[in-house]
């Protein structure tokens, strides 16, 4: 049997230069913007500057162990495999909801307080999946007069860019209502396909003027939830990201547009997954669902519950599955990264956090929810497999 993991053990986000935060840093500071943190190393605002577009394209769930496998196999010869990449450390947690808040503001997981793709809402009393504004039964998290802008309060670094600020996003998600609470976006365009995507960038780069988009491309990382990162079908994928990104390289020609490609997380392959619900008296330690993510959970403990939470992480199956660590000493370790806390922060952060071990996930289902097909790749923890992701810098030719 192995030995306990500790969470201090585990490998940590680096905030000092080298953070999905501080090529935020980067990118407002060239654009004429105004933002606490520190720039990225080895891509200062300064050599970003000349650039008359930049345009930051995000792959959802392309982690840098996964991409270095797959052009270990001889893969990624059009695009990925062609051009120099450096590491950096995503945000914690490292998972979508986060990050991309992270990306859309330049602000930190403290500073924004949107902790995971679950979000604990004790003032409106419930746990809701924040990106598509639903509760954990589906229901629409609040009404239509619901102020979310005024609710979320999230801080814009990125507000302070000068000139367009462009969000290309597939679908719905442009004008979902968690976008929407994002209002310093000057333009929003959707698309449906790769083909649309690329359309949008060639108008984007194309336009007159200075400026700046953020684009998203979801479906990798879907794939992966599914298949798990070591699947066929991401890779199959991969080659088709392969392909869309030489073909993008080639629609920015002559356009003076910097492409920066990038992640928001990669994932863990998943080969034990632990329902928490299925622990006797677990949920009955807690004051409201778990929230966050498969492998870094969030638990709101019942102050005469402590003691019994405590030894239930400290006996199987949980002993040997999760390290856990208290909210004091996730924000003393800095975890969340730097800047002003958000008002919500310690009320979204769990009273204790559990984080997976290597190859575990932890399920956190509501009563009489239907069983859902096994997610075979996660994310959110503390590991290299998710904490580290690419970084193309792709100058105009």
Request: net charge positive.
């Given at each position: 049997m192995n030995p306990p993991i500790r969470w201090q053990d585990l490998?940590?986000?680096h905030y000092n230069g080298s953070n999905i935060l501080n090529l935020m840093a980067s990118i407002i500071k060239s654009r004429g913007g105004r933002t606490p943190h520190r720039a990225l190393a080895g891509l200062p605002p300064a050599a970003l500057r000349p650039y008359r577009k930049i345009v930051l394209l995000l792959l959802d769930g392309l982690g840098a162990n996964q991409l270095h496998q797959f052009i270990l196999r001889g893969e990624g010869r059009r695009f990925l495999a062609l051009h120099p990449w450096q590491k950096l450390t995503t945000a914690c947690p490292a998972t979508t909801a986060a990050v991309v808040t992270t990306l859309a503001t330049g602000a930190s997981p403290t500073e924004h307080a949107i902790l995971g793709w679950h979000l604990h809402l004790p003032d409106l009393g419930l746990v809701g999946t924040i990106l598509p504004f639903l509760t954990r039964t589906d229901t629409p998290l609040a009404t239509k007069e619901f102020d979310l802008h005024k609710y979320l309060a999230l801080p814009s670094h990125l507000?302070?860019?000068r000139g367009r600020r462009v969000l290309i996003s597939q679908g719905n998600i442009p004008t979902s209502r968690t976008s929407l609470a994002q209002p310093w976006w000057t333009e929003r365009h959707s698309y449906q396909t790769l083909p649309g995507l690329l359309r949008k960038l060639r108008a984007f780069a194309k336009a007159p003027g200075r400026a700046y988009a953020y684009a998203y491309w979801p479906h990798y990382d879907s794939l992966c939830h599914q298949f798990g990162p070591e699947g066929r079908e991401p890779a199959l994928h991969l080659r088709e990201l392969d392909a869309f990104l030489a073909r993008a390289q080639r629609a920015l020609r002559g356009t003076d547009t910097l492409l920066l490609v990038t992640a928001d997380h990669g994932h863990m392959q998943t080969r034990k997954l632990v329902d928490l619900s299925a622990i006797p008296g677990f949920y009955d330690t807690l004051s409201i669902l778990p929230s966050g993510d498969a492998r870094m959970v969030q638990c709101f403990v019942?102050?005469?519950k402590v003691?019994?939470?405590?030894?239930?992480v400290r006996s199987p199956p949980l002993q040997n599955a999760t390290a856990c660590a208290t909210q004091a000493a996730v924000l003393r370790a800095g975890l969340l990264g730097p800047g002003k806390p958000h008002p919500a922060l310690r009320q979204r952060l769990g009273d204790y956090i559990l984080f997976a071990a290597p190859g575990h996930a932890l399920a956190y289902p509501p009563a009489l929810s239907p069983e859902k097909p096994?997610?075979?790749?996660?994310?959110?923890?503390l590991s290299?497999?998710?904490l580290v992701v690419p970084l193309f810098t792709i100058h105009p030719e």
């Open positions: 490998p940590r986000p507000s302070t860019i019942r102050p005469a003691k019994e939470f405590l030894r239930l096994p997610k075979f790749g996660n994310h959110g923890g290299a497999d998710e």
